[in-house]
Structure formats: C-alpha cells, structure tokens
C-alpha cells in the first residue's frame, strides 16, 4: 500500500469516510485513526499496528454532540470530568453503544472515548463526523509516535496516509479512567493528573497492574510490553556514583551502555551513548521528549539501557508508569536517595 505522508485534511477524511486507516496529531501523540461503526475499517488498524485483537481502541469524536454515538450512557462523575477535561487528554470509560463495531471495544461492554484539543485532530473529527477508533499510530510494543516520522518509520506502507501536524504538545499519551464503578479508577496515568481529577470529582482509586500475568488485568492493554527501544533497559534508582558504577560494571563486561538521563545530570556521567530527555525543573519537558528519546537508542548499536528515575508524583506518575513499561518493571537500586 502506498502511504500518502502529508495529507490535508479534506484528504483525510474522505479517506476515513472511506473505511481507510489514517495517522493524525493529537496533543498527546498520533493516532491511527479508521472509522468505528464498521468492522473492515477496525480490523486494518489491528493489521497495521500488528496489534493484539483482545486490546480495545479509544474512539474519538469532535463535539459532545457525538457522544450517544459511542456510550450507552454518561455517569455524573463523567459529567463532571468532560465539563472540565474535553477536549483535552482525558480518557473515560463507560458503557458502549450497541452501533460500535466490537472490535473497537475487543468485546467489552465498555467503551474508552474522549474529544482531543489538537486543533488539527478537532477539524478532523468534525469533518468526518463519525466515531474514530485511534490507538497511538505506532507498531505495537514500540514507543508511541510523537512526529509525523515517528509514524512514517512504523506504518510507512501498512496504511493510507498521514496527516502531519508537527510534534505533539504532550508526548505521552491520555489518562485512563474507569467511570463505570461508583468510585472512578484510573487505569493509565497521563496527560491530566491525579490531582486534577480529584480537584473535580473528589477521590478516585489508581489501579495498580498485576505484576505477574496470570490474573486478566482490568485494562488489556496493561499485560503486553510496550514503549520499548530494542535493547533492554533498565532504571536506576540511586545517586550519581551509583548510577556511574552500574555503568561501569557494564561496560567492563563488554557492554556498550546507553543512558537516558535528564539535562541536569547529563555531563555526570560517561557512557558509550548519552541521550537526554527534558529538565528536572519541569516534567512536561520530559514527558515531551521521553518517545522520541526513547527511539533514538535504536540508531545506536548499544547492548544495554540504564535510564534515570523521576519522583512520581504529578505528571511524574506517567512518566514512571512508561518508563517502568519500557524497561519490564527492571529496577535497580541503591538503598538512600536518587540521582
Ligand atoms: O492519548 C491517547 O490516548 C492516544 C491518542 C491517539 O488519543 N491513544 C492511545 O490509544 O494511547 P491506545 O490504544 O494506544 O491505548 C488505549 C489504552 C489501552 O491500554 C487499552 O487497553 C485501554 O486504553 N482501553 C481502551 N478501551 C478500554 C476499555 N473499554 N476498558 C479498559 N481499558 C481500555
Ligand atoms: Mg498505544
């Protein structure tokens, strides 16, 4: 298939309206979007991304207006959270409306949905005036598409077109919360906060994955790899000295050693490969750059990863969440303080 890399957007929607699968900027990160009431246009995102068919999709819509398209019904807490979060980077489940195709939702009853900010994505939306399916536009297991090229790297060929709309705002993808239980719960931390969330609704549960495989997990998408570079990676939890010795011990058993380290601790260290990721001072920084600092380990012949590790609390909860995903949960840590 030939992949048209820069679509306008009068292109992109009558390809969507055309059952083809289509890439799109969100604030978060691209998105490969198809339409989500048929099946033939679902089932190529699946192909394309070589995604598990048991993982469901995120449906995107334009205006509030569309929203019966896609839920069954809305709770007050859902109110409440769309009145302050849409458009904007916040995920809600609910339950599913009988016209979505059921492999968006890989057979649940329930149905992720949220209205992006993306100026781009919101035109989108509006113009092709249907329920789109987007998961992150990558191959699945890989970092999330934070450009266009990101996008182009993964899917060139596998799908119809790419609208580019430059780097994403965020760089990590939206929030997740589960408002189908009295208590909402949050299955992904991302763009909007814990914080926020509580600052609307009042208390909400943060769902912890299951750290062996056997139990279903709550959110499917939570038991496969993902994020990952193709060598493996590790974090670091410890001080500079620590930090260096690990690399150290690597590199003299014949290792070359990549480190993902933020800007402040950047010239402490000396390794084979240094990649920095934002500053310290501001974690929207980081999580900006984390997908593509991630890729960019794979243009280097390097055997190990050994990452930095932040404090998680605020947007620092997502940015641990990917980067413990990246690395399968391997940390390695001094008893005392960080880096
Ligand atoms: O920021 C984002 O959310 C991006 C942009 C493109 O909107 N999309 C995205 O989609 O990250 P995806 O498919 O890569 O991640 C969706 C996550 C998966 O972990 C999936 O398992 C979970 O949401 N999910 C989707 N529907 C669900 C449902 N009904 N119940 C529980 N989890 C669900
Ligand atoms: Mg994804």
């Known amino acids: 298939m030939e992949t048209k890399l820069k679509l306008s957007i009068e292109e992109a929607a009558s390809?969507?309206?055309?059952?083809?699968?289509?890439?799109?900027?969100?604030?978060?990160?691209?998105?490969?979007?198809?339409?989500?009431?048929?099946?033939?246009?679902?089932?190529?995102?699946?192909?394309?991304?070589?995604?598990?068919?048991?993982?469901?999709?995120?449906?995107?819509?334009?205006?509030?207006?569309?929203?019966?398209?896609?839920?069954?019904?809305v709770s007050d807490a859902a109110k409440m959270l769309i009145d302050a979060f849409w458009p904007g980077s916040l995920t809600i489940i609910l339950p599913k409306q009988a016209n979505l195709s059921d492999l968006v939702t890989a057979g649940l009853s329930t149905v992720g949905v949220r209205i992006p900010s993306h100026p781009v994505a919101l035109e989108l939306l509006k113009?092709?005036?249907?329920?789109?399916?987007?998961?992150?536009?990558?191959?699945?297991?890989?970092?999330?598409?934070?450009?266009?090229?990101?996008?182009?790297?993964?899917?060139?060929?596998?799908?119809?077109g790419i609208v580019d709309g430059g780097e994403t705002q965020i760089g990590l993808e939206s929030t997740v919360i589960d408002c189908t239980a009295t208590i909402p719960v949050i299955l992904r931390p991302g763009g909007v906060t814990k914080e926020e969330i509580e600052a609307v609704i009042g208390k909400v549960y943060v769902y912890e994955a299951p750290k062996t495989e056997h139990?279903?997990?709550?959110?499917?998408?939570?038991?496969?790899?993902?994020?990952?570079?193709?060598?493996?990676?590790?974090?670091?939890?410890?001080?500079?000295?620590?930090?260096?010795?690990?690399?150290?011990?690597?590199?003299?058993?014949?290792?070359?050693?990549?480190?993902?380290?933020?800007?402040?601790?950047?010239?402490?260290?000396?390794?084979?490969?240094?990649?920095?990721?934002?500053?310290?001072?501001?974690?929207?920084?980081?999580?900006?750059?984390?997908?593509?600092?991630l890729r960019e380990f794979d243009q280097h012949d390097i055997d190990v990863i050994y990452c930095e590790s932040f404090d998680d609390s605020g947007l620092g909860e997502a940015i641990m969440n990917r980067l413990l995903k990246a690395s399968s949960h391997r940390v390695m840590a001094q008893s005392g303080g960080d880096v």
């Open 15 to 73: 390809l969507l309206q055309n059952k083809q699968t289509v890439a799109f900027p969100t604030e978060t990160v691209y998105g490969l979007g198809a339409d989500a009431t048929s099946d033939e246009a679902v089932s190529a995102i699946f192909a394309a991304k070589g995604r598990p068919g048991d993982n469901p999709l995120i449906v995107h819509i334009g205006s509030v207006e569309q929203l019966p398209q896609v839920v069954a019904e």
């Open 215 to 293: 139990r279903r997990p709550r959110s499917p998408g939570m038991k496969y790899k993902h994020y990952a570079p193709a060598a493996p990676m590790t974090i670091v939890r410890g001080d500079a000295g620590f930090f260096q010795q690990v690399i150290d011990e690597a590199q003299s058993d014949g290792k070359k050693v990549g480190i993902l380290v933020s800007e402040e601790n950047a010239s402490k260290f000396d390794a084979d490969v240094v990649v920095t990721c934002g500053t310290r001072s501001d974690f929207s920084s980081v999580a900006k750059r984390l997908y593509d600092a």
């Open 127 to 160: 113009k092709v005036n249907l329920p789109i399916a987007a998961p992150s536009a990558n191959v699945s297991g890989r970092p999330s598409p934070t450009t266009a090229q990101h996008v182009a790297d993964d899917l060139r060929g596998k799908i119809a």
